[in-house]
């Protein structure tokens, strides 16, 4: 009889929780409909075919204020593509070029590309695009100072020649092209190929040149005039989202060459292949077909990461977005063009690299097992004696790598010389702004006039300590994070006590404490507080996500599938967008809720589905006869998942789980762009002052230290914990 009503009730589960979804859906679409008709706010699409009457400073095609809304979203989907083809092209390079440093036998080259990685994985992009902008805008000189040549570089970006081509050019450059296609496909010899290449080069440009089709750039009145101009904004946006996918791209290549059988170079060694020859012919082809997925994932990113020139200025697709948006109040059509192009980029970019991958015959199944990497040879500390030999072997072991330790060596000289000069030596320890301004080092007073501002923002003054407490009751979890022996269900309620005692502490309004609204918390309690409520509260959420895109009924399938794939194939800052503008829409007008709760929120959901696909990924390495077994003993089917399968698969995703929370610590930058103080916004506030304003290297060196601290801790805790898991197994 029990088992009869347990079964009738699983059966019916999923049908009432679809119905108590419908329910909800209806009560907030009908809170909507009642706020937009109250707010005169009209729906659809027809806006689109309305005059925009604002102008955009960057364009890939002709437009004018006086076009339509669809133009102006037309021009900002352009420049998030040509962004995201060039941080992609770029990241793929330079990745590249990381890896094989990280994989060279020298070991000062192998040394510093950890280093660069490391450096730039625990700083959050955000920040570092910030660190970009303000050394473009107020490290280079301004227009005008100085003469211009073909290519110049000020702070108001980077003028380049560029191409006016008269009908006869371009009928000339089209016959050019055109021979160049015929004569490849006749010349079979690489090196007449090359040849032909720079004989057509040459060609093209003195066409070029004798029709006056290269305008260069030149002297005017307001700055530089003529040839192509590629804004501050644009350099920023391109070398930060470069740079920040170099370095997860590099591990993906190296991990994937690691995977290559290490009787595949045997064999091309047999064969009398160069070293050169080996890694391009034999090594990166199946190595390429490892990295695809991994790689894809990272190019999907690097276009949701686009969105981010929005914090700069750069006009891209969110940016016009949100600028229609303001002119039109409808945050709603505006929202779903922008969920909506992002998922159709994206399912684009995976339909491509899919096809790609299936046209080649690459498959992940099937791949050999991954060879454990040769241990590198560490610097024997202890064992003077043993020095010599270690440096001839790893140093100097032939002449090219002589040559590149020499060269290494040099210039790691001029920069920590120049790192320590400016951070000692030319530095000012006492006095202000004034002493600061007649030293050419690093301003420590600056620091000492604005480091509670950044710790704590607008919190009030006398009430700082209550800040500084609610971060160390934080920090102090993460220091007990750390400990074997607290590995279990009470970690995770000392996690909550900490949250519940930041809030409380944050708020006060008892014990004699002063209340203090939300709009007042900011700084690092606010940064850690996001962080830490996103990753508590999306656990659960994920694992009901999980189990729900692995069940065998739609109802329950679908909705998790769903939500799960809107939501990671939708930028962050979108996420964050809707929590800001269409939250209000969706809850009565009597009813008011804080940025920040209405922030968290969206963190979560967020945080939740990526966590869920890491949480899957664990329930697919449970093998299929754990649940078996666990309905012959009679457990039930939410039993078996509580005790037999949840602990195998997240004993499998704790290190997927941890480099997610690193993740979210990291997005906790994005919320300033809604207008939530944290640890980055206050940064930015502290030299918002003229006199400290020349001082910005000072302030982002103090908050990416602790961002790198924060992160570097939580990367070790992964690594930690991969190791404990490792061994228990």
């Known amino acids: 009889m029990i088992r009869a009503q347990r079964s009738l009730l699983n059966a019916a589960l999923p049908w009432m929780l679809l119905a108590a979804g419908l329910a909800v859906a209806s009560g907030l679409f009908a809170t909507l409909a009642d706020n937009l008709a109250e707010r005169n706010i009209r729906t659809g699409l027809g806006f689109l075919s309305d005059r925009a009457g604002f102008a955009i400073g960057e364009t890939l095609i002709a437009y004018a204020p006086g076009d339509s809304y669809a133009a102006a979203l037309a021009v900002g989907l352009l420049n998030t593509l040509l962004i995201s083809a060039l941080g992609i092209i770029l990241s793929t390079l330079l990745g590249l070029a990381v890896c094989m440093a990280r994989l060279s036998s020298n070991w000062l080259l192998a040394k510093l590309s950890g280093i660069y990685i490391e450096l730039v994985r625990n700083i959050p992009l955000l920040l570092q695009m910030f660190v970009w902008y303000a050394a473009l805008l107020f490290g280079l000189p301004g227009p005008g100072s100085g003469a211009v040549g073909a290519i110049d570089l000020d702070n108001r970006g980077l003028h380049l020649p560029a191409l006016t081509l008269s009908d006869p050019a371009r009928a000339a450059l089209l016959i050019v092209f055109l ?290 407490g609610a971060a160390a009751a934080l920090l102090g979890c993460l220091a007990l994070s750390f400990a074997p022996r607290f590995w279990s269900g009470r970690l995770g309620l000392a996690w909550l006590g900490a949250v519940a005692a930041a809030i409380l502490l944050l708020r006060g309004g008892f014990a004699g404490l002063p209340y203090v609204p939300m709009e007042k918390w900011s700084g690092l309690p606010v940064t850690l507080l996001l962080a830490s409520v996103a990753v508590i509260g999306a656990f659960p959420l994920a694992i009901l996500l999980a189990f729900g895109r692995r069940s065998p009924k739609r109802a329950v399938r679908w909705p998790s599938v769903a939500f799960i794939e809107v939501v990671r194939g939708t930028p962050l800052i979108g996420v964050l967008f809707l929590a800001a503008v269409m939250f209000p829409l969706f809850v009565p007008s009597y009813l008011s809720i804080d940025s920040l709760p209405r922030v968290q929120i969206a963190l979560l959901f967020f945080t939740a589905a990526y966590m869920a696909e890491v949480i899957r990924g664990g329930l697919l390495a449970v093998p299929a006869g754990q649940e078996e077994a666990a309905q012959a003993l009679g457990l039930t089917k939410w039993q078996a998942r509580r005790h037999i399968l949840l602990p195998q698969a997240l004993k499998v995703s704790v290190p997927g789980l941890v480099n997610t929370s690193i993740s979210e610590v990291k997005n906790t930058t994005l919320v300033l762009i809604v207008g939530v103080f944290d640890l980055l916004q206050t940064t930015r506030l502290s030299y918002v002052e003229a006199q400290w304003r020349p001082y910005f290297a000072e302030a982002y060196l103090f908050t990416g230290t602790i961002f790198f601290l924060l992160c570097f801790s939580l990367s070790r805790l992964s690594m930690k914990i991969e190791r404990k898991l490792h061994y228990a197994g």
Request: one cysteine or more.
């Open 179 to 468: 021979a160049s296609a015929i004569l490849f496909g006749v010349f079979r010899r690489r090196r007449a190929r090359v040849v032909l290449a720079l004989a057509l080069t040459g060609m093209t440009g003195v066409l070029l040149i004798l029709w006056g089709a290269i305008d260069l750039p030149r002297a005017g009145r307001f700055g530089t005039i003529g040839g192509l101009s590629l804004s501050t904004e644009f350099l920023t946006l391109v070398a930060g989202l470069s740079v920040y996918a170099s370095a997860y791209l590099a591990e993906i290549f190296r991990g994937a060459i690691l995977a290559v059988p290490a009787g595949q170079r045997e064999a091309a060694r047999a064969l009398g292949l160069s070293p050169a020859q080996t890694l391009g012919r034999i090594v990166l082809p199946q190595a390429l077909r490892v990295a695809m997925p991994p790689m894809t994932s990272w190019h999907l990113n690097t276009i949701k990461n686009s969105s981010l020139g929005v914090a700069i200025g750069y006009p891209e697709f969110l940016s016009v977005v949100d600028t229609v948006i303001s002119q039109t109040g409808q945050a709603i059509e505006g929202v779903g063009l922008l969920v909506a192009t992002f998922l159709l980029l994206s399912l684009s970019l995976s339909l491509v690299t899919g096809l790609y991958a299936r046209r080649l015959g690459w498959s992940v199944a099937g791949q050999p097992g991954r060879n454990q990497p040769a241990a590198r040879e560490s610097f024997p500390i202890r064992a003077v004696a043993a020095w010599p030999a270690w440096v001839r072997r790893n140093l100097f072991g032939g002449g090219r790598q002589s040559i590149l330790s020499v060269a290494i060596l040099a210039l790691a000289t001029i920069a920590v010389g120049k790192g320590l000069t400016w951070l000692f030596f030319d530095a000012t320890f006492a006095g202000g702004a004034t002493e600061c301004r007649s030293a050419g080092g690093a301003c420590w007073p600056f620091l000492r006039e604005n480091a509670r501002l950044i710790l704590f923002g607008t919190y009030p003054e006398p009430e700082q300590w209550r800040a500084a």
